[in-house]
């Protein structure tokens, strides 16, 4: 039972977290669609409505399920990788690296998480109890006066809507509105005041209005409806789309009545008298006076279309602003590696596999949870790239490509193609001392004003000191990357070396499965000669009796093979749990060593955004120069140059 609940109580709570972003596209849909339908008859609205909540409650459900049985086939798929079935190994830490980081934040706090679930859950599961309780008591005949003449008014409605059910009508004194209570037994509850003090015929017409309840079973629906409130009480779309629907049903048991009545303006005013009185009800137990009264008799007397307004456009705007945010991760995940080290990465060291497991010791062929559970080291973080080349390349914004050329080594930073590099090696020759390069319509030139090239180089000292934090960092990351490598090897080493004791065990796994397969066909025989010899007698019996003690002679030598092959399968066992010491140590200097890679890669992040920002500035001076430059007639063609 505890295994069990270990399993579901996570799937549960990763189900609810999941519905988050779920419920929200639901229901930006639902309102869009809703939108669409504002001219259409209430009952499609009504079911639209309906489906998103069902919905809503179907995917935290199906996703629970799904994460049930997903641990389970983990589970039950470990004894038949003993039997022979070959693992994948590394498949789990090369998904783990791919998880997104608040991942691990939200399993550390998922018991939290659920525990201020299950309390809200609590609260809303009593209040919806004390409600039936309230409903169930105030519906007892004890508690209600009998009005024989509004009693065959009742009838006469139910038998004109095609209720076959026994509706009773009962009047309170210390009720604020009519409502309607059951669905099996329903009963209608009046407020005496109304009784006295509203017309019959504008009091009959809100008795329409409950009968359309009671045949449209809107007391069950609506147990359902707050059955979902209470499970999925966090997200607003539920509360949003548990509201529509609820107008929804007011205005279809509105139609019903008035279409019944033939009078839509005489419900029209019985629900304007209703609103003098300020009623006020339960949800659970449907009244007249539900939803938005006004709305309703509006409606009722000017059935015009609903106009559009601006609050349509929300629901389009929030899936709009959804898309947007999930494209801006999807691409902000690669952008999160440095600049600098986007252009070489050095390849990962290798991910040893996990070590080979082994069966449990009992009658079947199984292999133990701690068997199974050998240490698979992480994949470290990749190296970011060498120190930059001569000529830094990245990829710049226009037509315009540029370089600036400067110092004793010549060295320069480029953006636009790499294809100009031959072009800026030509320029070296021929132009002596710092300048700029740029190519413009196709034609190549350079810029030698010690103002302007003192204007770049300022600008881009930011960048270039970022740079050479970016490369010190790398050094250091290579330097650790390297020993992560080794223990990779390592591991790797010591897993292959027990590789030949995981065949052992593979091959007792198999004869110990032949030999219980035998001894479950014995047993089987054994049982059918034991029936047998019941119904036998004479001869006929001794024979049988033979033939059954030849099978317990054998079944007694397969039993003693059992024996056997379960203690060799043991020993087995202690040679892999001796295997698990070094490795698990292995293990624990590989955690160590990544633990620099990884405040490492932190840092270089942050230079990363950093450059990025710099580098930006740096282009629009070196533009802004260029153009000053070409404006002042301070710019050259290169000799030489090849055109286009």
Same mark, same amino acid.
């Given at each position: 039972?505890?295994d069990?609940?270990a399993v579901?109580?996570?799937s549960?709570g990763?189900?609810?977290l999941?519905?988050?972003?779920?419920g929200l596209?639901?229901?930006c849909?639902a309102?869009?669609?809703?939108?669409?339908?504002?001219?259409a008859?209430?009952q499609?609205?009504?079911a639209v409505g309906?489906?998103?909540?069902?919905l809503?409650a179907?995917?935290p459900?199906?996703?629970?399920v799904q994460r049930?049985?997903?641990a389970?086939a983990v589970?039950?798929?470990?004894p038949l990788?003993?039997?022979?079935?070959?693992?994948?190994?590394?498949?789990?830490?090369?998904?783990?690296v791919?998880?997104a980081?608040w991942?691990?934040?939200l399993?550390?706090?998922?018991?939290?998480?659920?525990f201020f679930w299950?309390?809200g859950a609590?609260l809303?599961a009593?209040?919806?109890?004390?409600?039936?309780a309230?409903?169930?008591?105030?519906?007892?005949?004890?508690?209600y006066t009998?009005n024989?003449a509004w009693?065959?008014r009742?009838?006469?409605?139910a038998l004109r809507?095609?209720?076959?059910?026994q509706?009773?009508l009962?009047?309170v004194?210390d009720?604020?509105?009519?409502?309607?209570?059951?669905w099996?037994?329903p009963?209608?509850?009046v407020?005496?005041a109304?009784?006295s003090g509203?017309p019959p015929?504008l009091?009959?017409a809100l008795l329409?209005?409950e009968m359309?309840?009671?045949?449209?079973?809107?007391?069950?629906?609506?147990?359902?409806?707050?059955a979902i409130?209470? @499970?999925?009480?966090?997200?607003p779309?539920v509360?949003w789309?548990?509201?529509?629907?609820?107008?929804?049903?007011?205005?279809?048991?509105?139609?019903?009545a008035a279409?019944m009545l033939?009078e839509?303006?005489?419900l029209?005013l019985?629900l304007?008298e209703l609103?003098q009185?300020q009623?006020?009800t339960?949800?659970?137990?449907?009244?007249?006076?539900g939803?938005?009264l006004?709305?309703r008799?509006?409606r009722?007397?000017?059935?015009d279309?609903?106009p559009?307004?601006?609050k349509? $456009?929300l629901?389009?705007?929030g899936?709009?602003a959804?898309?947007a945010?999930f494209y801006?991760?999807a691409?902000s995940?690669p952008l999160?590696q440095?600049?600098a080290?986007?252009?070489v990465r050095?390849?990962l060291?290798p991910?040893?596999?996990?070590?080979?497991?082994?069966p449990?010791?009992?009658?079947?062929?199984?292999?133990?949870a701690?068997a199974?559970?050998?240490?698979?080291?992480?994949a470290p973080?990749a190296?970011?790239?060498?120190?930059?080349l001569p000529?830094?390349i990245t990829?710049?914004?226009?037509?315009?490509?540029?370089?600036?050329?400067?110092?004793a080594?010549?060295?320069g930073?480029l953006?636009?193609?790499?294809r100009?590099?031959?072009?800026?090696?030509? $320029?070296?020759?021929?132009?002596?001392?710092d300048f700029?390069?740029?190519?413009?319509?196709?034609?190549?030139?350079? @810029?030698?004003?010690?103002?302007?090239? $003192?204007?770049?180089t300022?600008?881009?000292a930011p960048?270039?000191?970022?740079?050479?934090?970016?490369?010190?960092h790398?050094?250091?990351?290579?330097?650790h990357?390297? @020993?992560v490598?080794q223990?990779?090897?390592?591991?790797?080493?010591t897993a292959?070396?027990h590789?030949p004791?995981?065949a052992?065990?593979?091959?007792?796994a198999?004869?110990?499965?032949?030999?219980a397969?035998?001894?479950?066909?014995l047993?089987r025989?054994?049982?059918l000669?034991e029936r047998?010899?019941?119904d036998?007698s004479g001869a006929?019996r001794?024979?049988?009796?033979g033939k059954?003690?030849?099978?317990?002679?054998?079944?007694?030598?397969?039993?003693?093979?059992?024996d056997?092959?379960h203690a060799?399968?043991?020993?087995?066992?202690g040679k892999m749990?001796a295997?698990?010491?070094?490795m698990?140590a292995i293990?624990?200097?590989m955690?160590e060593?990544?633990?620099p890679?990884d405040?490492?890669?932190?840092q270089?992040?942050?230079?990363g955004?950093?450059?990025?920002?710099?580098?930006?500035a740096?282009?629009r001076?070196?533009?802004e120069?260029?153009r000053d430059a070409v404006a002042?007639?301070?710019?050259?063609?290169?000799?030489g140059?090849?055109?286009?």
């Open positions: 039972m505890n069990m609940l579901i109580v996570p549960l990763w189900a609810l999941d519905f988050v972003w779920q596209l639901i229901g849909l309102a869009m669609v809703l939108g669409l339908l504002r001219a008859r209430p499609l609205r009504y309906c489906a998103a909540l069902l809503c179907a995917l459900l199906a996703g629970t049930v049985l997903d389970q589970t039950t798929m470990l990788a003993a039997s022979g079935m070959p693992q994948i190994p590394g498949g789990a830490p090369l998904l783990a791919q998880v980081s991942e691990p934040v399993r550390q706090r998922l018991p939290l998480l659920m299950s309390c609590g809303l009593l209040r919806l109890l004390l409600g039936l309230w409903v169930r008591r105030r519906s007892q005949s004890s508690q009998h024989a009693q065959a009742v009838d006469r409605l809507f095609g209720v076959a059910r509706v009773a009962g009047l004194d009720l604020p509105g009519p409502v309607t209570a059951g099996w037994r009963v209608i509850l407020p005496a109304l009784v509203m015929e009091l009959e329409a209005h359309a309840h009671i045949r449209r079973f809107d007391y069950l629906v609506n147990l359902m409806q707050s409130e209470i @499970v999925l009480f966090y997200h779309a509360w789309l548990s509201h529509r629907v609820r107008i929804e049903r007011e205005q279809i048991a509105d139609d019903l279409s033939g839509p303006r005489r029209a019985a304007s609103d009185f009623f006020s339960p949800q659970l137990a449907h009244g007249a006076h939803g938005n006004m709305s008799i509006k009722l007397v000017r059935p279309t609903e559009l307004n601006w349509m $456009a629901p389009i705007l899936l709009s959804a898309c945010a801006a991760n691409q995940a999160a440095p600049q080290a986007r252009a050095a390849p060291p991910v040893p596999p996990a070590p080979p497991a082994a449990a010791a009992k009658a079947v062929p199984a292999v133990s701690a199974m559970d050998m240490p698979v080291p992480p973080p190296p970011p790239a060498p120190p930059r000529v830094s990829k710049g914004v226009g037509e315009m490509s540029y370089a600036l050329v400067q110092g080594e010549r060295k930073m953006s636009g193609d790499s100009d590099f031959d072009d800026i090696d030509a $320029a070296k020759h021929t132009v002596k001392g700029l390069w740029f190519r413009q319509g196709g034609k190549a030139y350079v @810029v030698q004003d010690p103002a302007l090239i $003192a204007r770049v300022e600008a881009y960048l270039k000191r970022l740079g050479d934090q970016m490369d010190v790398g050094k250091e990351m290579e330097k990357g390297k @020993v490598e223990l990779g090897r390592e591991m790797e080493r292959g070396a590789r004791a995981d052992d065990t593979q091959r007792i198999g004869l110990i499965a032949a030999l397969a035998q001894q479950g066909r047993q025989d054994i049982v000669l047998q010899i019941d036998a006929a001794a024979q049988l009796s059954r003690d030849q099978l317990n002679t054998k079944l007694g030598d397969i039993e003693r093979q059992l056997a092959q060799q399968l043991e020993r087995q066992h749990e295997a698990r010491a070094p698990d293990d624990k200097q955690k060593a990544a633990k890679m405040a490492l890669g932190k270089m992040n942050v230079l955004r950093e450059m990025d920002q710099h580098g930006k740096a282009e001076v070196m533009r120069v260029l002042r007639g301070l710019a050259r063609p290169v000799p140059d090849r055109a286009g």
